[in-house]
């Protein structure tokens, strides 16, 4: 069992920044990759950034590309997702998820809201 715990959502003006935290506890020595997903209202979930865990390699929604960076802190189990030049449209609830070779897992969602 893995357990993820979010932080660091809120409300910013657009062209703002913030920074997601998800800290891993449990079994995190099964983890493949993590990543982030957002849900807006009405919308379906979609994957915004990931992470391998045994290396470096990244990957980003075409949205958020130049703007948004995932990385991770392994001594502190630790991925975050620093969030630059936010948009309106990126107003939505952020996931963190960590993927195994048996089953994914969720963290509790944090809400992002961008003012215009």
């Known amino acids: 069992q893995v357990q993820l715990v979010e932080?660091?959502?809120?409300?910013?003006?657009?062209?703002g920044s913030l920074r997601l935290s998800c800290a891993a506890s449990?079994?995190?020595f099964i983890i493949n990759a993590m990543g982030w997903y957002r849900q807006a209202p009405g919308k379906q979930r979609e994957l915004v950034a990931s992470i391998i865990s045994g290396g470096d390699s990244t990957n980003y929604a075409d949205s958020v590309k130049g703007r948004f960076t995932?990385?991770?802190?392994?001594a502190k189990n630790?991925?975050?997702l620093q969030m630059n030049s936010l948009k309106p449209e990126d107003t939505a609830v952020y996931y963190c998820n960590a993927a195994t070779i048996l089953a994914e897992y969720w963290g509790q969602g944090t809400q992002v809201t961008v003012s215009s």
């Open 7 to 15: 932080s660091g959502g809120g409300l910013v003006q657009a062209g």
């Open 26 to 28: 449990g079994s995190i």
């Open 70 to 74: 995932i990385s991770r802190d392994n």
């Open 78 to 80: 630790t991925v975050y």
